[in-house]
T-cell receptor, first 119, second 110 residues
Framework: EAGVAQSPRYKIIEKRQSVAFWCNPI?????LYWYQQILGQGPKLLIQ????????DSQLPKDRFSAERLKGVDSTLKIQPAKLEDSAVYLC?????????????????FGPGTRLTVT | QKEVEQNSGPLSVPEGAIASLNCTYS??????FFWYRQYSGKSPELIMS????GDKEDGRFTAQLNKASQYVSLLIRDSQPSDSATYLC??????????FGAGTQVVVTP
């Protein structure tokens, strides 16, 4: 079974520029997550999708960040305009199904991440 | 108070010894607990999940959960240099969101 795919793996941009990240979850996984991980910290959830709907975007800085999962499969996260403090690794994760009675729904599997450097 | 707390380390462990990692959490409603391993420059990898009080063993790894004390731990037996990594404790909170600790760095010395 193929894992979570992400691209690009690395990106360097100047502040105020825009950037987009792509994620393709594990086949059949209904739930997709975007996390931000700053060096020395644990991942922080930015947004969670269930199929093509947003479940939680409470920690997404909506003035500059946006995300979509139009067909309920792959997803794009965008930052516009970028700030220096956005330098981090952006991780995509997916989990198996939407039935909360099954514990497997909470087991999240991560992609390789995109390391963003804003200069 | 942070949702999930871990000692940052580094925890230095001689090869072949047992590494003991601890994690406390603040949300009493939490029912699902995970340990992720993260090598430097890599993404987190799920190594253990535990949902009930007590011990759960998987190979050289044992997870221990005590919901009354709001405490979860990870033991790594017969530690190997390849176990050198940061170990992240993660907890599903009452909102269904996965909350991570900052991680404990483990260094296994030959």
């Amino acid at each position: 079974e193929a894992g979570v795919a992400q691209s690009p793996r690395y990106k360097i941009i100047e502040k105020r520029q825009s950037v987009a990240f792509w994620c393709n979850p594990i086949s059949g996984h209904a739930t997709l997550y975007w996390y931000q991980q700053i060096l020395g910290q644990g991942p922080k959830l930015l947004i969670q999708f269930q199929n093509n709907g947003v479940v939680d975007d409470s920690q997404l800085p909506k003035d500059r960040f946006s995300a979509e999962r139009l067909k309920g499969v792959d997803s794009t996260l965008k930052i516009q305009p970028a700030k220096l403090e956005d330098s981090a690794v952006y991780l995509c994760a997916s989990s198996h199904n939407t039935d909360t009675e099954l514990r497997a729904v909470y087991e999240q599997y991560f992609g390789p991440g995109t390391r963003l450097t804003v200069t | 108070q942070k949702e999930v707390e871990q000692n940052s380390g580094p925890l230095s462990v001689p090869e072949g010894a047992i590494a003991s990692l601890n994690c406390t959490y603040s949300d009493r409603v939490s029912q699902s607990f995970f340990w992720y391993r993260q090598y430097s420059g890599k993404s987190p990898e799920l190594i253990m999940s535990i949902y009930s009080n007590g011990d759960k063993e998987d190979g050289r790894f044992t997870a221990q959960l005590n919901k009354a004390s709001q405490y979860v731990s990870l033991l790594i037996r017969d530690s190997q240099p390849s176990d050198s990594a940061t170990y992240l404790c993660a907890v599903i909170d009452s909102w269904g969101k996965l909350q991570f600790g900052a991680g404990t760095q483990v260094v296994v010395t030959p």
